[in-house]
């Protein structure tokens, strides 16, 4: 990422519209549209979305200065968003929504004509990569580089039939298999030529992610497979200068460990065990059944802790942590996932204490105001000039990207911290240390 200081400073409110382009139109996309929408007609709140709803404080707290997030940067509105995507099913976004479940019917009514003339295009789509389901709308290809081709197409046409200004693509498709980088991932190059030799190692979602980037359309991940995290893709990002960044939305039980064990590491209480088991019925829940679906999504989770609470540098206090996650898919509950998480902590004298947090959550209410927000600020990015991994989205993932030498930061706090700072930063603003000597002068 490559950014001085105020030099978004001059960036003006942009024109014509965005193109939003979403592989993967289920719960958590069609969650997301229908919001959108719904704020633009006047019938619900932003609730949850920061560059909807969230202030900035600007200069000193004598200052005043406290203006909501997209008065202070020039962002995108919402009466500027298209919406557009790729599923392997053909329902359109109403059909896809009323299945999902999500939304109660009435709400979904109210913008049904809008819902419904969303449908998707055909999708890329490889059974080795998600083994639970399987669907009619796919594409055909001679190899995996004319795939490629076809949804650059897509994204061409979808652009030219809406008269779209700028596109962002965001995936909110299915978790694919683990499968740790090859040497087909190492160099462009060598990607290419895989491409057009239909490697087997290289992952639908990272077709799609190559054919965003050669478009030069910025690329947010919300799943927790590898993706745009491959050097070859991070070598495409930065050669057209593209914004990307990923991976897994934080929601859910994440998003209320990277709020307690900030707070636990903070009072330096130690920590033996964490054990967190979900309930989960949506069709993310089943192929999250496949054991190696699983594996992608275990391997984000886990990384939260250890990160965290810096296990090297605390060995008295978290070298023996045991932390365990477990999905279980279970259709009665549907989207409306029940979280337990029991947590051994201990505090002075080595005294043992519990938690237990107990979270009936709605999974994707809880993701479509971050996929917004991801919306919002790739595009701005792009506008900006920012190219390659956009650290500062961090606040928004579960495993976030950043570059080889950098360890993630997944403290929520300085997560928002960083993102605030990015903007002030951009827009020429001071940044806030929350030192505050100056009060006392
Ligand atoms: N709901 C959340 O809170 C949450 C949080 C973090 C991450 N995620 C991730 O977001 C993604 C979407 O979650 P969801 O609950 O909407 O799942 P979902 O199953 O309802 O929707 C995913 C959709 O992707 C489609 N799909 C699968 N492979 C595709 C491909 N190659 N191209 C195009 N479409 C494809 C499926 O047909 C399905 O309609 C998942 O990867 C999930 O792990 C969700």
């Not at 109403?94 to 003339?117: H, N, Q």
């Not at 639970?132 to 290809?141: A, H």
Request: aromatic share 10%; hydrophobic share 40%; proline share 6%.
């Amino acid at each position: 990422m490559t950014m001085t200081s105020g030099h978004a400073k001059n960036l003006q409110k942009p024109k014509g519209k965005l193109g939003v382009l979403i592989p993967g139109l289920g719960a958590v996309a069609t969650t997301f549209i229908a919001g959108v929408e719904s704020i633009r007609k006047g019938y619900q709140p932003p609730i949850g979305s920061l560059t909807q709803m969230g202030h900035i404080r600007l200069g000193k707290r004598t200052d005043n200065r406290q203006p909501l997030v997209k008065d202070f940067v020039p962002l995108v509105e919402l009466n500027d968003m298209v919406f557009g995507g790729w599923d392997i099913y053909e329902d359109n976004c109403y059909e896809a929504a009323i299945k999902c479940g999500v939304l109660p019917v009435p709400m979904l009514e109210k913008i049904a004509p809008f819902m419904k003339s969303i449908k998707p295009m055909k999708a890329v789509f490889d059974k080795e990569y998600i083994k639970k389901i399987d669907g009619p709308n796919v594409k055909k290809g001679k190899s995996k580089m004319d795939l490629a081709e076809q949804l650059m197409k897509d994204i061409e046409d979808f652009k030219k039939n809406n008269n779209c200004d700028r596109l962002v693509v965001v995936w909110c498709a299915s978790t694919e298999v683990y499968k740790e980088p090859t040497t087909v991932h190492s160099t462009l190059k060598n990607f290419e030529e895989g491409l057009r030799n239909s490697d087997p190692n290289i992952a639908p979602s990272q077709i799609y992610a190559y054919a965003a980037l050669k478009m030069r359309v910025a690329f947010a991940n919300g799943a927790p497979n590898l993706c745009v995290d491959v050097d070859a893709i991070q070598e495409l990002a930065m050669e057209n200068g593209v914004p990307i960044s990923g991976k897994d939305f934080k929601t859910g039980q994440t998003l209320m460990k990277t709020i307690l064990a900030p707070g636990f590491k903070a009072r330096l209480l130690g920590v033996s065990g964490w054990f967190s088991t979900n309930i989960l019925g949506n069709r993310d829940g089943e192929v999250l059944d496949d054991p190696g679906s699983f594996k992608s999504k275990e391997v984000s989770k886990l990384s939260v802790l250890e990160s965290i609470l810096q296990q090297d540098m605390y060995p008295t206090l978290y070298k023996d942590l045991y932390h365990k996650v477990r999905i279980n898919y279970y259709p009665p509950r549907g989207d409306n996932k029940e979280s337990w998480d029991n947590i051994d902590i201990f505090g002075w004298m080595g005294m043992p204490m519990q938690i237990k947090v107990n979270f009936l959550c709605r999974d994707s209410i809880l993701a479509a105001p971050i996929v917004l927000d991801l919306v919002v600020f790739s595009d701005f990015a792009q506008r900006a000039g920012f190219r390659g991994i956009q650290e500062w989205l961090s606040f928004f993932y579960k495993s976030p990207m950043v570059p080889k030498k950098l360890y993630p930061e997944h403290d929520l706090f300085i997560q928002l911290m960083k993102l605030k700072n990015t903007l002030r930063y951009a827009m020429g603003e001071d940044l806030i240390t929350h030192l505050g000597v100056e009060y006392y002068d």
